[in-house]
């Protein structure tokens, strides 16, 4: 027990397993046996889990909201990784630094002038997710590219690579594992947005709207029993991408504190 509570300690698998094991156990023994009274039991949200599976579609909705999600974020991370690389050229600097600041904009209004641009519902939809997930990659991925030392710069020049080659050996070949972990941080920001656009853009359905209808209708047991239906696909979606880091990147973790 003592690795728990030493700063800095190390434990092993086994012994964080159980760890999170019990304290899972015993957030649920709270819930069952001592619920709040404005927090819907742990057997209404089971019951309401059942009744969106088998009579509201909740399945259907959420691979809806899953395709969009995906195609959001495959083209999010290709613009952002664009707009990251070219800043190796000072000319294109302030592209990227201008983009990054972008995220404090919100969203409320821009959807209108999307709207005015876009002819579908679903290319706005889509924009929308684009444009929130690309101001988060652009300011990851400038981070990373940032973060080449001029050390690993001049040993590529000392084996003869030049400018160019030293900047796709060392910049974009070797910051793949560390863009890879900023797409996987930020794919998070895509389910948040997700619910709000799904609610503004009807047409397609989705576990947003879904959600949207639950809350309407003060139907709590089914707004809880969707945010945890979302919390275990978001989780599944970070092991996932973790999963193709190590099969991709297997050096990516030599040196890391273990």
């Known amino acids: 027990m003592s690795p728990l509570f030493t700063p800095n300690a190390h434990p092993r698998r086994a012994t964080l397993a159980a760890l999170v094991a019990g304290q899972v156990l015993a957030l649920l023994a709270l819930w069952l046996f ?4 404005i927090f ?11 009744d969106l599976l088998t009579t509201q579609g909740l399945l259907p909705e959420l691979w809806a909201s ?13 613009l952002a990784l664009f707009i990251s690389y070219l800043t190796a050229l000072p000319f294109f600097r302030p592209l990227a630094f201008a983009a990054s600041k972008l995220r404090y ?3 409320t209004g821009l959807t209108f002038f999307m709207a005015l641009l876009l002819s579908s519902g679903h290319q706005v939809k889509l924009s929308v997710l684009v444009f929130g997930a690309t101001v988060y990659l652009v300011t990851g991925m400038t981070r990373v590219i940032g973060s080449t030392t001029q050390e690993e710069l001049d040993h ?9 080659g030293s900047f796709w050996q060392v ?8 863009m890879l972990e900023v797409v996987r941080q ?10 709000l656009v799904e609610t503004l853009y009807q047409s397609e359905g989705g576990i947003g709207l879904l959600l949207y209808k639950q809350n309407r209708y003060l139907h709590l047991d089914g707004v809880v029993a969707i945010q945890l239906v979302i919390l275990v696909v978001g989780v599944a979606q970070d092991y996932g991408f973790e999963a193709l880091r190590k099969t991709f990147f297997p050096y990516a973790g030599l040196g890391a504190a273990g």
């Open 186 to 195: 930020n794919f998070a920001i895509i389910w948040t947005l997700i619910t």
């Open 156 to 164: 590529a020049r000392t084996l003869g690579l030049g400018e160019w």
């Open 34 to 37: 001592f619920p709040l009274r």
């Open 40 to 50: 819907p039991s742990l057997g209404d949200v089971f019951r309401a889990f059942r």
């Open 105 to 107: 904009l919100t969203l």
């Open 66 to 78: 899953l395709l969009t999600a995906f195609q959001a974020l495959g083209i999010a991370t290709v």
């Open 171 to 178: 910049v974009v070949r070797g910051k793949l594992a560390d």
